[in-house]
């Protein structure tokens, strides 16, 4: 997998975030012109963060996954936010649902228990404008989020989206190694060294040439150079990357 280092994220409307330690973070949020500037604290030490266009993602370093973000957005963040919502998804004893701790404010750190419950913990994060998406250690990908609603005319990148994480299998069921999401699409590795990709194609980001775009994980037809082998992906928003090694082929 692609190492991921970052100490600085920042979503899409200049909102940043920025470790200062394992589990303490500052954070820069613009109103009116100001920027605010505050300190927030993990529940314990970080991993990896990810920044979506409302919120970001947080993997923590025992396989966990929280997210936080715009409580006008709450399908971006994997999880229920609210007395109500526990009500109507999960019935009407509500004292019991809020002690399971199923709901919280999306403006607080809090874990997805579709994943935590899982037993498979999650080794890898990515997270760009409205989906985020989780890699466990086994190598299932479990995907969540919304349409953009700029893109409400078109067909949605992710069939079967939703604000809960779901398994999204790749490949037939294949393994991965690696993923990485973009604005509307996504690429993939697989343990087997395979590419798979989705989404849109206006950019040529899904390197299909004369595509504008795929609804099902579609294997990408890349040859690397003689002697080196695909050991990563990595994707901006309307770019993707393969990280190809010749050492690994090596030995």
């Known amino acids: 997998m692609a190492p991921r280092a970052a100490s600085f994220v920042m979503r899409a409307n200049g909102d940043s975030l920025r470790p200062i330690g394992s ?98 913990p999650v080794q890898h994060i990515t997270a760009c404008g409205y989906a985020a998406a989780a890699l466990t250690k086994s190598g299932s990908v479990y995907i969540w989020g919304q349409h953009p609603q700029s893109r409400s005319k078109e067909l949605p990148f992710f069939p079967g989206l939703s604000r809960f994480p779901n398994y999204t299998e790749i490949g037939g069921g294949k393994d991965i190694a690696d993923i990485a999401l973009g604005e509307t699409h996504g690429i993939a590795l697989t343990k087997e060294g395979e590419v798979y ?5 206006e950019s040529g980001q899904i390197g299909i040439p004369s595509v ?27 770019t993707s990357f393969m990280l190809v090694s010749s050492s690994l082929a090596a030995n």
């Open 197 to 201: 990709v989705i989404g849109n194609n």
């Open 23 to 120: 589990s303490v973070f500052e954070t820069s949020i613009r109103k009116g012109g100001a920027v605010k500037t505050d300190k927030i604290y993990a529940q314990k030490p970080v991993k990896q963060i990810a920044a979506l266009d409302t919120g970001f993602v947080f993997l923590y370093q025992d396989g966990t996954v929280a997210t936080m973000g715009d409580a006008r957005f709450p399908q971006v963040l994997g999880r229920m936010i609210s007395e109500d919502e526990c009500v109507n998804c999960l019935g009407n004893d509500t004292t019991s649902l809020l002690t399971a701790g199923y709901a919280r404010p999306a403006e607080e750190f809090f874990t997805l228990l579709d994943l935590d419950t899982l037993g498979d």
């Open 212 to 238: 504008m775009s795929v609804r099902t994980w579609t294997k990408l037809e890349f040859s690397p150079p003689q002697g080196a082998v695909v050991t990563g992906v990595a994707a901006g928003p309307h």
